[in-house]
């Protein structure tokens, strides 16, 4: 089984800086694609960065330039650093991550959520 752990949630100003992370543990053959989501409420939850296993990234029209993605293979975790935060980015933010329990059973696992409040 893999769980996924988030942290680096909170509240901060506009402008502000924040960094999410997304430990995962558990039974790994591989970790591949890894992602970070986000839900405002009333709206639909919408992909906001991905990595995969090479670091190939991509991001949302609306967070490039300000957002980065990253991962520590070797430690199994997804970080993603949050520049210039504006009050549309408060939203609850998941970590995603599919791989390998083994080298032919797939997982595709989500993280419980991290409240980011974006507000003066």
């Known amino acids: 089984q893999v769980q996924l752990v988030e942290s680096g949630g909170g509240l901060v100003q506009p402008g502000g800086s924040l960094t999410l992370s997304c430990a995962v543990f558990?039974?790994?053959?591989?970790?591949?694609?890894m992602r970070w989501y986000r839900q405002a409420p009333g709206k639909e939850r919408e992909l906001v960065a991905s990595?995969?296993?090479?670091?190939?990234?991509d991001y949302a029209d609306s967070v490039k330039g300000r957002f980065s993605i990253s991962r520590d293979n070797n430690n199994n975790t997804l970080y993603l650093q949050m520049n210039s935060l504006r009050p549309e980015d408060t939203a609850v933010y998941y970590c995603?991550?599919?791989?390998?329990?083994?080298?032919?059973?797939?997982?595709?696992?989500w993280g419980q959520g991290t409240q980011v409040t974006v507000s003066s």
């Open positions: 995603n991550a599919v791989g390998f329990h083994t080298k032919y059973d797939i997982f595709d696992v």
């Open positions: 558990g039974n790994i053959f591989s970790l591949n694609g």
């Open positions: 990595s995969d296993r090479r670091g190939t990234t």
